[in-house]
Structures are given as structure tokens and as C-alpha cells.
Nanobody, 122 residues
């Protein structure tokens, strides 16, 4: 089993920055990547960024150039550095564990954190 705990959300003004953290405990041989999703009110949950155990990354078009996903394997922690935040980035952000295929697709497993709220507003 895998447990995920997010932290680092909050209220920030447009143009500001936040760094989210996801601490993982436990393990599964099926997992080779971690991802960040977000869900805004009234919208479906969407994939924001993925990082594989080898360091390959993938980003949603809406966050490319502004968000950076990274990992500290020694701490079993994945980070999401969010810069130049916009009001449309407001959402609950969730950490996930899954499989990142060579084709570039990401398949989330049913390992989710509790979510952390990010609000971008003046």
C-alpha cells in the first residue's frame, strides 16, 4: 500500500509562487511515476504534471513554462513548483502514484492524497 500526503497550498496573488509537496510512504512494484492532478469547482480532475522514477517529466499545456515537477528520492517526496500563478490555477491539487508508459501516457493508480487547496486571487 502507498500513502500520500500533500502540503504547501494556500492563498497567493496572481503572479505569485507556491511549492507543493507530496510525501509518500509504502511501496508498490507497479508504480514507476508520481503525478499531480487538480480539480477546480465544477470541473473534472485534470493531470497537471508527471515525473517518472527515471526523471522523465510531462506537463499539461496550460502549465508548461510555469510549473516544475521534481522529486527527492531519498525523502520519497515529489514537489510541484508553481510560478506565475493565474486565477485559473485555483483548484484542489492532488498527488497520485501510477505508471508512466514509454508512449508518454500516464495511468493513475488508486493512490491519492487528501488534496491541498490553491487559491490565486487578489
Amino acid at each position: 500500500q502507498v500513502q500520500l500526503v500533500e502540503s504547501g497550498g494556500g492563498l497567493v496573488q496572481p503572479g505569485g509562487s507556491l511549492r507543493l509537496s507530496c510525501a509518500a510512504s509504502g511501496s508498490s512494484a507497479r508504480i514507476n511515476a508520481m503525478g499531480w492532478y487538480r480539480q477546480a469547482p465544477g470541473k473534472q480532475r485534470e493531470l497537471v504534471a508527471v515525473i517518472s522514477s527515471s526523471g522523465r517529466t510531462k506537463y499539461a499545456d496550460s502549465v508548461k513554462g510555469r510549473f516544475t515537477i521534481s522529486r527527492d528520492s531519498a525523502k520519497n517526496t515529489v514537489y510541484l513548483q508553481m510560478n506565475s500563478l493565474k486565477p485559473e490555477d485555483t483548484a484542489v491539487y492532488y498527488c497520485n502514484a501510477g505508471m508512466y508508459f514509454l508512449s508518454g501516457s500516464y495511468s493513475p493508480y488508486d493512490y491519492w492524497g487528501q488534496g491541498t487547496q490553491v487559491t490565486v486571487s487578489s
